[in-house]
């Protein structure tokens, strides 16, 4: 019979990024650092990031800060893409104009790869891992990607992903344990940043 053990999968918006997004900002190498300190003491038994420059920097960034020697895992399921549309019907119906017209700017071909990757994230980084031993798991990744997986943490309906946000270089914490429900244990926290360094990526809206 195989065991399982809790997975803790600590997520990440890559840090602030230059406007070709071809790598961070002045802001964005502070944000990726002061995480590595943050996270300086978890036992990471892996370090996932998406192939993007923005995410590859900001996790090499981040693992220089760590204590352990986790090494550096590429991962296509982890990098940009939306990963559901939603028909009309799934949708309330005061939002769905503004949502489907959201969608609208990708094409048929990136909508049927995000869905094939977002398939293969759920595989991946979600529920427990095998073993006798709890696995903590940091995943840098894009702002889709975190509110694809948070939602099905919290066993939400698939289009909910399209109406969370997640500030650069935040950090949420799942938790994935044998027998419990998922469970988000921190969501959005940027307690490691100066105020100077907080909300970016963030629509403007108001900021607490």
């Not at 036992?43 to 986790?70: G, Y």
């Not at 969370?164 to 938790?175: E, G, I, W, Y």
Request: hydrophobic residues 40%; glycine residues 4%.
């Amino acid at each position: 019979m195989t065991t399982t053990a809790t997975r803790y999968l600590y997520l990440v918006r890559h840090a602030e990024a230059v406007p070709d997004q071809s790598g961070l900002t002045e802001k964005g190498r502070r944000q990726a650092v002061l995480l590595g300190q943050r996270l300086k003491d978890v036992p990471f038994s892996s370090l996932h990031h998406s192939p993007l420059p923005r995410a590859a920097q900001t996790a090499r960034l981040v693992q220089q800060e760590l204590q352990n020697d986790v090494l550096l895992e590429d991962s296509e399921a982890a990098g940009d893409y939306v990963p559901y549309v939603p028909t009309r019907d799934e949708l309330p119906a005061d939002s769905a104009d503004f949502l489907l017209r959201f969608l609208q700017q990708f094409t048929a071909e990136e909508l049927e790869s995000g869905a094939e990757l977002a398939r293969a994230a759920l595989e991946q980084f979600t529920g427990p891992v095998d073993g006798n031993d709890e696995q903590h798991q940091l995943l840098i990744t894009h702002n889709f990607v975190v509110g694809w997986l948070v939602r099905h943490t919290m066993d939400s309906p698939k289009w909910r992903w399209l109406a969370l946000n997640h500030c650069n270089a935040a950090l949420t914490v799942l938790r994935f344990a044998p027998g419990r429900p998922s469970s988000v244990l921190v969501y959005n926290d940027m307690r490691h940043l100066p105020a100077d360094l907080r909300w970016t990526g963030f629509p403007a809206e108001p900021h607490i």
